[in-house]
């Protein structure tokens, strides 16, 4: 049991170049997210998905797409990087409860430097 | 909608002094809340959560936390630090936003532990 794993762990991008994080979970878990992780920001939602087929905008969506075509991957896409991109991207991965609980279980984190 | 405030964005303490990290919530419904904490170039990690069952939690590493419902906080509580705790807390809360259910994270505070 995996639970959440990103490919790449690291990346550097040109100003303009384009790359696609990779996200897959094993636990069988609905709901997806993608953080990026900024210093003294905390965690912002940049996207998440409640099912397979389904995905929707976050806080910071701008400059970033999604896909999630297999319950068990979250695709996160930039197709045209910029310098303020640079960050560390967390996916997590959740079951919410019907009461309001929803734990979420993080993956090991993809530095990104777009120069 | 719900928000959350960590006090202080740096904390340091001595080893084997208590460690105290706050956390304050606003919710208009009883809350799920949680700490996480991040080791450095990690993912975030489950420490604990509060599902209102009883108002002191216990997590991993002899850490808790108190729900007082009546200061609306949730303050992280570690009787006596080691070296190995020094790394970044998030308290979180679950919330509904746009019809979904969400982690509301708070800006996190570092740890530091002296010798």
């Known amino acids: 049991n995996a639970g959440v794993t990103q490919t790449p762990k690291f990346r550097v991008l040109k100003t303009g170049q384009s790359m696609t994080l990779l996200c897959a979970q094993d636990m069988n878990h609905e709901y997806m997210y993608w953080y990026r992780q900024d210093p003294g920001m905390g965690l912002r939602l940049i996207h998440y998905s409640v099912g397979e087929g389904t995905t929707a905008k976050g806080e910071v969506p701008d400059g970033y797409n999604v896909s999630r075509l297999k319950k068990q991957n979250f695709l996160l896409g930039l197709e045209s990087a910029a310098p303020s991109q640079t960050s560390v991207y967390f996916c997590?991965?959740?079951?919410?409860?019907?009461?309001?609980?929803?734990?979420?279980?993080f993956g090991p984190g993809t530095r990104l430097t777009v120069t | 909608a719900q928000s959350v405030t960590q006090l202080g964005s740096h904390v340091s303490v001595s080893e084997g002094a208590l460690v105290l990290l706050r956390c304050n919530y606003s919710?208009?419904?009883?809350?799920?809340l949680f700490w996480y904490v991040q080791y450095p170039n990690q993912g975030l990690q489950l420490l604990l959560k509060?599902?209102?069952?009883?108002?002191l939690v216990k997590g991993i590493n002899d850490f808790e936390a108190e729900f007082k419902k009546s200061e609306t906080s949730f303050h992280l509580t570690k009787p006596s630090a080691h070296m190995s705790d020094a790394a970044e807390y998030f308290c979180a809360v679950s919330g509904y936003s746009g019809g979904y259910n969400k982690l509301i994270f708070g800006a996190g505070t570092r740890l530091a532990v002296h010798p």
């Open positions: 919710s208009s419904v009883p809350p799920y």
């Open positions: 997590a991965s959740s079951y919410p409860t019907y009461a309001g609980e929803n734990e979420q279980y």
């Open positions: 509060y599902t209102s069952a009883a108002t």
